[in-house]
T-cell receptor, first 110, second 118 residues
C-alpha cells in the first residue's frame, strides 16, 4: 500500500540551528512528494514539492530531495528561525489520493 | 481573494445524531477534497470531487459517511448516526483542477471543522 513515515517529534531547536526532519515513503507506482506546514492557528499550507526522482523542492530556505533509491524526502533547513515553529507534514500523491505522515512539531527557541 | 472556508468551525453533537459539515472552495476550483484528521495524526483522505461528481470515495470509512457537491462548488459532508470515534477535525481542500500522475495542482486547505461526539 501507500504510506508515509516521518520522524516523531516534538523537535526543539535553538535559533540558527540546522534542521532535519526525516520522511520515508512506501508507494505503488511513482508518487509526487510534498511537505506541508501548519503554523499555530492556521490551516495546512504547501511548503514545497517534488514530482519525480532527484528533484529538489525548495521554499523559504527549506529544501527536500526526492530520493527514489532510499524512498526518502527529508526536510532540511540550514538555519531555523523562531517563525519556523509549526507542525510539518510529509505527504505523497498517487493519482488523486494524498497520504500524509503523522506530523512533526517543531519549536524554535530564541 | 477568499480562501477555502468551512462551517461550522466547531460542532459538538451527541452519539447517534446526524451532522452536516460545509465547505466553500476557492471560486473556480473544480477539484475538492475532504480529509479527516484525528488527534496526533496526519490528514486522512476521505473523498475527492471533480466538478459535481465524486471521482474517488474510497476513503470514506463506512456508509454512515456521505458527501455531495450538487452544483460543483459548495460541498457538504454528511455523517449519520455519529459515533465517538468520529470525533476529529474535518478538513476540506480545493485545487484548480484534479491532480494527475503527470502534473500537480496545489491544494488549498480550509481551517477545518472540529467535530466532537459526546
Amino acid at each position: 500500500g501507500n504510506s508515509v513515515t516521518q520522524m516523531e517529534g516534538p523537535v526543539t531547536l535553538s535559533e540558527e540551528a540546522f534542521l532535519t526532519i526525516n520522511c520515508t515513503y512506501t508507494a505503488t507506482g511513482y508518487p509526487s512528494l510534498f511537505w506541508y506546514v501548519q503554523y499555530p492557528g492556521e490551516g495546512l499550507q504547501l511548503l514545497l514539492k517534488a514530482t519525480k526522482a532527484d528533484d529538489k523542492g525548495s521554499n523559504k530556505g527549506f529544501e527536500a530531495t526526492y530520493r527514489k533509491e532510499t524512498t526518502s524526502f527529508h526536510l532540511e533547513k540550514g538555519s531555523v528561525q523562531v517563525s519556523d515553529s509549526a507542525v510539518y507534514f510529509c505527504a505523497l500523491q498517487i493519482g488523486n489520493q494524498f497520504y500524509f505522515g503523522t506530523g512533526t512539531s517543531l519549536t524554535v527557541i530564541p | 481573494g477568499a480562501g477555502v472556508s468551512q462551517t461550522p468551525s466547531n460542532k459538538v453533537t451527541e452519539k447517534g445524531k446526524y451532522v452536516e459539515l460545509r465547505c466553500d472552495p476557492i471560486s473556480g476550483h473544480t477539484a475538492l477534497y475532504w480529509y479527516r484528521q484525528s488527534l496526533g495524526q496526519g490528514p486522512e483522505f476521505l473523498i475527492y470531487f471533480q466538478g459535481t461528481g465524486a471521482a474517488d470515495d474510497s476513503g470514506l470509512p463506512n456508509d454512515r459517511f456521505f458527501a455531495v457537491r450538487p452544483e460543483g462548488s459548495v460541498s457538504t459532508l454528511k455523517i449519520q448516526r455519529t459515533e465517538r470515534g468520529d470525533s476529529a477535525v474535518y478538513l476540506c481542500a480545493s485545487s484548480l483542477t484534479g491532480s494527475t500522475g503527470v502534473s500537480y495542482n496545489e491544494q488549498f486547505f480550509g481551517p477545518g471543522t472540529r467535530l466532537t461526539v459526546l
